[in-house]
T-cell receptor
Framework: DAKTTQPPSMDCAEGRAANLPCNHS???????VYWYRQIHSQGPQYIIH???NNETNEMASLIITEDRKSSTLILPHATLRDTAVYYC??????????FGKGTHLIIQP | DTAVSQTPKYLVTQMGNDKSIKCEQN?????MYWYKQDSKKFLKIMFS???????INETVPNRFSPKSPDKAHLNLHINSLELGDSAVYFC???????????????FGPGTRLTVL
């Protein structure tokens, strides 16, 4: 599975859009990009995934560059409850997800 | 209704003991997993089970053994517990496994194991 690189931490003001970047320059053609988050002391929560096209669901949007070497998770209107560690994971299918260090997103009131 | 549940939530035990953690999912999923999150917060896959078949084992000591009585349950048995086994253990399930098939995993609330 391709390795991912994320900033260790980010701040965002409540009500603003939070944009979380992820680099995955070694991604191969059949690997998906997944995003999960872990709110303190809870189990990880699935957010969104994509292969080539941009994706949007009720939680977030996922923007994947044309060369697929990087992506951005967008939380359109961040709330205090969005404070969590966000993980970008690249994998073929989803057998045994490999979590990195993620980005600790802190939403400021 | 809780989709993926684990019991117990907390488990404190002595070194050398044998313990089990139970996991149940009511989502009708085919595949279940166990993950370990250590004190440094790294989350690592331990096992996955698909139709009672072990399909992943990431260099986990054989003191750890998953047991699946049916498709909705995947219990984790740990023999001869060691200090280094202290961690939070998460169970998860997904609709199906296999490469080239995107799907999401649903995680349980975790079991915090402390070995004294």
């Amino acid at each position: 599975d391709a390795k991912t690189t994320q900033p260790p931490s980010m701040d965002c003001a409540e009500g603003r859009a939070a944009n979380l970047p992820c680099n995955h320059s070694t991604i191969s053609g059949n690997e998906y990009v997944y995003w999960y988050r872990q709110i303190h002391s809870q189990g990880p929560q699935y957010i969104i995934h994509g292969l080539k096209n941009n994706e949007t669901n009720e939680m977030a949007s996922l923007i994947i560059t044309e060369d697929r070497k990087s992506s951005t998770l967008i939380l359109p209107h961040a709330t205090l409850r969005d404070t969590a560690v966000y993980y970008c994971i690249v994998v073929r299918g989803a057998d045994g997800l490999t979590f990195g260090k993620g980005t600790h997103l802190i939403i400021q009131p | 209704d809780t989709a993926v549940s684990q019991t117990p939530k907390y488990l404190v035990t002595q070194m050398g003991n044998d313990k089990s953690i139970k996991c149940e999912q009511n989502l009708g999923h085919d595949t279940m997993y166990w993950y370990k999150q250590d004190s440094k917060k790294f989350l690592k896959i331990m096992f996955s089970y698909n139709n009672k078949e072990l399909i992943i084992n990431e260099t986990v000591p054989n003191r750890f053994s998953p047991k699946s009585p049916d498709k909705a349950h995947l219990n984790l048995h740990i023999n001869s517990l060691e200090l280094g086994d202290s961690a939070v253990y998460f169970c998860a399930s997904s609709r199906f496994s296999g490469t080239f098939r995107a799907h999401e995993q649903f995680f349980g609330p975790g079991t915090r194991l402390t070995v004294l």
